[in-house]
């Protein structure tokens, strides 16, 4: 499990620095939902006058084989947190005015969040999507509203996933 420090050279110094700035914390995937979530995020950080950070889980596999072809995996699935990440990264800054705090971590997501939030007491808010599919909001929201809300230190904003760049604007 690690963070990612070098893609944001500073940002971990700022966040502990400005404990009044508040921080938005949104989990970046391949969710469509997520682009909701970090939209809405980007622009209640930039109205607010806080700060954005993104937290990014590489899910572990369960199969490996071989020790080369795992090695092989993990690289192939940085690369791909590094370049999700960068993306996101450019679009909430374009928002906000400002470089988001950036965290790549490798784990079970909603072990990772819970620690990640745990571990930074700086995270104000944690802000994710519901799927608009008709599974319901998705796995992630389910467990973190409902068998862990009642214990998490920072409250939890669920965006409906379907809400346009209009909607997000006239919200927040």
């Known amino acids: 499990m690690t963070d990612m420090p070098d893609s944001n050279p500073g940002a971990?110094?700022?966040?502990p620095a400005k404990q009044h700035e508040r921080v938005f914390l949104?989990?970046?995937?391949?969710?469509?939902?997520m682009a909701a979530a970090l939209r809405y995020?980007?622009?209640?950080?930039?109205?607010?006058?806080?700060?954005?950070?993104?937290?990014?889980?590489?899910?572990?596999?369960?199969?490996?084989?071989?020790?080369?072809?795992?090695?092989?995996i993990r690289e192939e699935k940085r690369q791909e947190a590094e370049e999700s990440v960068a993306r996101c990264s450019d679009q909430a800054a374009a928002i906000t005015g400002k470089i988001p705090v950036v965290y790549i971590r490798e784990g079970r997501r909603r072990d990772q969040i819970l620690q990640l939030i745990d571990e930074e007491p700086g995270i104000s808010?944690?802000?994710?999507?519901?799927s608009t599919g008709p599974?319901?909001?998705?796995p992630l929201v389910n467990h973190l509203v409902g068998k862990v809300a009642g214990k998490?230190?920072?409250p939890i904003t669920v965006v409906p996933g379907n809400l346009s760049a209009d909607d997000?604007?006239?919200?927040?």
């Open 41 to 72: 995020a980007a622009h209640r950080a930039r109205n607010s006058r806080g700060r954005l950070a993104m937290l990014y889980v590489i899910e572990p596999e369960d199969i490996e084989p071989w020790m080369s072809v795992g090695d092989l």
């Open 12 to 15: 971990e110094d700022d966040m």
């Open 26 to 33: 949104v989990v970046v995937d391949d969710t469509p939902e």
């Open 125 to 130: 808010i944690l802000v994710l999507a519901a």
């Open 168 to 172: 997000i604007e006239a919200l927040t």
């Open 152 to 154: 998490m230190r920072v």
């Open 135 to 138: 599974e319901g909001p998705g």
